[in-house]
Each structure stands twice: as structure tokens, then as C-alpha cells.
């Protein structure tokens, strides 16, 4: 099984007919079934746009997340904590109290897709659309507002496919102070074919896996281009509207971190050896080009956690730097 998965994952036309033959199937379900989360009485919209995360000691890092998406439109997150030890329920608190967050405990291991349906059935008729992130994915535009046009082009739509852009160490061995999204400013030349979705509660019907989700309907997610994506994988553009900064390496401290703590969802958990085997090597990829993030962007989320009173360990902001790649350049 674990041979026919890989084959077909790296054949694209046996992976487009598979998931097209899946999504003919669950669309003709969903036409004589209702979903639990479409059970709910209409008008109980709260949010125009929300987020789903589900988390395993992210403390570190989850406040930047949150702040960071809250600038871009996120109107309230739902976290859903995988037994952490690391006191990420006191991180949040700020945000709770304001009223930004709600934290779900979820005991379940692996944590995935159990989280996401749960979600689904409790909370997802509160919200129009739901950003189904992860705490190292940071959504960043090509311009201020492209967001809020994106979904509202798109509003006909089930669901908008965003491109990974993957960053590296930086050359970082431990993890750094400040905001990740300044410290570790190297990645790819360009974005990766993996999406992530922003989707409409209402439209899903079935999990898929972490990257997409089944429509009603047979209807499939789009690039903020409006290109149909069948699965989870795509061509990026050039100069996409819209990217997620995916930083997969926030140092090596982290990384090995991350790799043994263990993982939320089952297909995680499988490759926890793959994960440890190339921690080295792993070391100087994603490392080709400089990325800097906008002034205004990195400066709103700084001055958000300063707000909520986290601490300069947290968004201390650091002096622009020129490029230097030197011998982190990545190999591939």
C-alpha cells in the first residue's frame, strides 16, 4: 500500500484522475447527505474570516502567529492544543480575554483529521471562510488587500488553494529572539506545488488530508488566480497573489525539536524517522534568496504582542541586513 501511495503521489495524471474520480464520488454524496456542520440554523455566521490551527508546543511561536493573522483580516482562531507542555494556554490568555481566540484542549493521538472534523461539526457554521493553517505557515500578500479581494473574487467559490513558499535555517542553530518572520529571512527561489486552503465550512463535505479538503457538489478550490487546483498540488505562478511563507526550519534546535516531540496528524507520525534522518541536510536547503518581509507588516505585529504584553524575547525587532548567503546557499 505504502508503494502504490508514493506512485501515484509522484505520477500527476494518476494523482489528477484519482482525485477527480474522489471528487465525482463525494459530490454525488453530498447531494443526498447533510453534513453534521451544515445541520445548524442559518444566520449563525460570527466571522467573515477565521482560522483553524491545531498545535503541539508552539508556545514560542503561536502569539506571532495569531498577531500576524489578525493584522491580515483573521477575526478569531481556533486553537486546538494536541497535548502541549509547554504552557501554551497561559500564551494565549491575552488573546482569549480579547476575545480572539478560543482554545479547544484535543487529547486525540494522532490529533488529525479527528480536530478538523470536530471543528467542523461545534464551530465551522460561525464562519465564512477558515484559513486551515499550521503554526509554521504565515500568510503574506503581494499587496495590502489582496486578502480581503482574493475572497471576495472568489466568493462563488468552495475554497481559495494558496502556494508554500519554503524557508530554511537562516543559518540559525538555536532559536532565535524576535519575530521568526524577520530572523529567518532566506527560502526557495520560488514556491512550492503543495497548497493550503482558506474554505468555506458550508461547501466542505469531507476531510482529505491537511492540505485540502472534498467540496459539494464536486466543486474544487481555486488559486487566488482563479486556476482550479485537483488535490494539492499546483504550478505556483510567477507572482502569486498570495503565498504562505512556510518555515520549516526555524533553526536546528527546532527542528530536532519538532521531529521528536512527535506529530498531530497520522502521516506525520509515519515519517518522524524520515524527519530525524535528514536533520543535517536539512540544515542548509531552502536557504537560496534573501525574503524580506514589509516594514508595515512585521511592524503591526510587533506592536500587537507589545500590546498584549509579551515580552521582547517574543517581536524585539532586529536592523535590516543585506544578503549574506554565503555557505548557507541551499544544495538540491
Same mark, same amino acid.
Not at 46 to 54: K, N, W
Given at each position: ?31 443526498? *447527505? ?16 477565521? =482560522? ?8 514560542? %511561536? ?5 498577531? $500576524? ?11 486546538? /492544543?494536541?497535548?502541549?507542555? /509547554? ?7 491575552? &488573546? ?8 479547544? +484542549?484535543?487529547? *486525540?493521538?494522532?490529533?488529525? #483529521?479527528?480536530?478538523?472534523? /470536530?471543528?467542523?461539526?461545534? %464551530? ?7 484559513? @486551515? ?27 481559495? =488553494?494558496?502556494?508554500?513558499?519554503? &524557508?530554511?535555517? =537562516? ?5 532565535? $529572539? ?5 530572523? &529567518? /529571512? ?14 468555506? +465550512?458550508?461547501?466542505?463535505?469531507? !476531510?482529505?488530508?491537511? $492540505?485540502? @479538503? ?15 487546483? %485537483?488535490?494539492? @498540488?499546483?504550478?505556483? #505562478? ?24 512527535? @506529530? ?18 536539512? &540544515?542548509?536547503? !531552502? ?5 524580506? #518581509? ?6 503591526? *505585529? ?7 504584553? %509579551? +515580552? ?21
Amino acid at each position: 500500500m505504502k508503494a502504490l501511495r508514493s506512485r501515484i503521489k509522484d505520477n500527476r495524471l494518476l494523482r489528477t484522475i484519482l482525485f477527480l474520480a474522489q471528487t465525482c464520488y463525494y459530490g454525488a454524496q453530498s447531494l443526498v *447527505t447533510v453534513g453534521r456542520w451544515r445541520r445548524e440554523a442559518a444566520g449563525t455566521e460570527r466571522y467573515g474570516l477565521a =482560522a483553524m490551527i491545531r498545535v503541539k508546543d508552539e508556545a514560542r %511561536f503561536l502569539p506571532e502567529w495569531i498577531a $500576524h493573522h489578525v493584522n491580515l483580516g483573521v477575526e478569531h482562531a481556533f486553537v486546538y /492544543d494536541n497535548n502541549s507542555t /509547554d504552557g501554551i494556554e497561559v500564551v494565549l490568555a491575552p &488573546f482569549v480575554e480579547r476575545g480572539l481566540v478560543t482554545y479547544v +484542549p484535543w487529547p *486525540t493521538v494522532p490529533a488529525s #483529521p479527528s480536530c478538523e472534523v /470536530d471543528f467542523l461539526s461545534r %464551530f465551522g457554521h460561525h464562519s465564512r471562510w477558515v484559513a @486551515f493553517f499550521d503554526a509554521d505557515e504565515f500568510l503574506f500578500e503581494a499587496r495590502p488587500g489582496a486578502l480581503s479581494d482574493v475572497l471576495r473574487l472568489h466568493d462563488d467559490r468552495p475554497a481559495i =488553494a494558496i502556494s508554500w513558499r519554503y &524557508f530554511g535555517s =537562516a543559518g540559525h542553530e538555536t532559536i532565535p $529572539h524576535g519575530l521568526i518572520t524577520e530572523a &529567518f /529571512d532566506r527560502a526557495d527561489d520560488g514556491c512550492n506545488r503543495h497548497v493550503k486552503v482558506i474554505a468555506k +465550512p458550508a461547501m466542505i463535505h469531507r !476531510h482529505r488530508n491537511s $492540505h485540502n @479538503f472534498y467540496y459539494r457538489r464536486g466543486r474544487v478550490a481555486v488559486t487566488p488566480e482563479g486556476r482550479r487546483v %485537483f488535490g494539492s @498540488f499546483i504550478a505556483p #505562478p510567477q507572482q502569486p497573489m498570495l503565498v504562505l511563507h512556510h518555515y520549516v526550519y526555524r533553526s536546528r534546535e527546532d527542528y530536532e525539536r519538532k521531529t521528536k516531540r512527535g @506529530f498531530v496528524d497520522a502521516s506525520g507520525s509515519r515519517e518522524r524517522s524520515r524527519h530525524l534522518s535528514v536533520l543535517d541536510a536539512e &540544515f542548509d536547503r !531552502h536557504n537560496e534568496v534573501q525574503v524580506t #518581509p514589509s516594514e508595515s507588516t512585521v511592524s503591526a *505585529t510587533a506592536e500587537l504582542l507589545r500590546q498584549l504584553g %509579551f +515580552p521582547d524575547e517574543i517581536h524585539a525587532r532586529r536592523p535590516r541586513s543585506k544578503p549574506s548567503l554565503g555557505s548557507h546557499r541551499g544544495r538540491r
